[in-house]
């Protein structure tokens, strides 16, 4: 079963937009993860965060993470047509310790479309 | 260094066949990790190999089985195939870190269909 919800489900905006998604999770979690698909192909990671850090930036991305309310965001600024694509939040569970850390559980991820 | 790579890309297969996958991980990486992607239940994860030994397993049935070897290489097996196991499989590996804090990197998937 999918840990995270994701909202929105779709966004569709134009180039030069910030574009936000958020990810909701229900257990404690070691790490948060983003990933980005392009039609239907493999997943590119573009960011992990810690469950003690709250914000991290690469590039013209930026998470946050709020482990008191569950959930994380992402934000990509300066939206280009090439990030058209579908995003996804996973988590790395943090109470089972070692034997999970193999294990992602993603949410059902957000459709990014971003018009020229 | 070369990504992860995954053999065959397509597949179709009929009701009852079985499939063997394959999954090349990056040189160095120790652990893979087996996904099912499917529209209606997104990603799901169906188990991860470390060290030849399974160390994590998903919530799926028995006919979804997996291996790997000594050079990391992995293979998942379906065996008895049904229509609601087509979907992209994912394989993915990474290096093991300490803490828990691994990139996974995905290879491109293999498409299967069941006719």
């Known amino acids: 079963s999918q840990q995270g919800e994701e909202d929105p489900q779709a966004l569709s905006i134009q180039e030069g937009e910030n574009a936000t998604m958020n990810c909701s999770y229900k257990t404690s979690i070691n790490n948060l993860q983003w990933y980005r698909q392009n039609s239907g192909r493999g997943l590119v990671h573009l960011i992990l965060?810690?469950?003690?850090?709250r914000e991290k930036h690469s590039g013209r991305l930026r998470v946050t993470l709020d482990t008191s309310k569950k959930s994380s965001s992402l934000l990509i600024t300066a939206s280009r047509a090439a990030d058209t694509a579908s995003y996804f939040c996973?988590?790395?569970?943090?109470?089972?310790?070692?034997?999970?850390?193999?294990?992602?559980?993603f949410g059902q991820g957000t459709i990014l479309t971003v018009h020229p | 260094k070369a990504g992860v790579t995954q053999t065959p890309r397509y597949l179709i297969k009929t009701r009852g066949q079985q499939v063997t996958l394959s999954c090349s991980p990056i040189s160095g990486h120790r652990s893979v990790s087996w996904y099912q992607q499917t529209p209606g239940q997104g990603l799901q994860f169906l188990f991860e190999y470390f060290s030849e030994t399974q160390r994590n397993k998903g919530n799926f049935p028995g006919r979804f089985s997996g291996r790997q070897f000594s050079n990391s290489r992995s293979e998942m097996n379906v065996s008895t195939l049904e229509l609601g196991d087509s979907a992209l499989y994912l394989c993915?590996?990474?290096?093991?870190?300490?803490?828990?804090?691994?990139?996974?990197?995905f290879g491109p998937g293999t498409r299967l269909t069941v006719l």
């Open positions: 993915a590996s990474s290096l093991v870190l300490r803490g828990g804090l691994d990139t996974q990197y």
């Open positions: 996973a988590t790395v569970n943090g109470e089972a310790g070692g034997t999970s850390y193999g294990k992602l559980t």
């Open positions: 965060i810690r469950s003690n850090e």
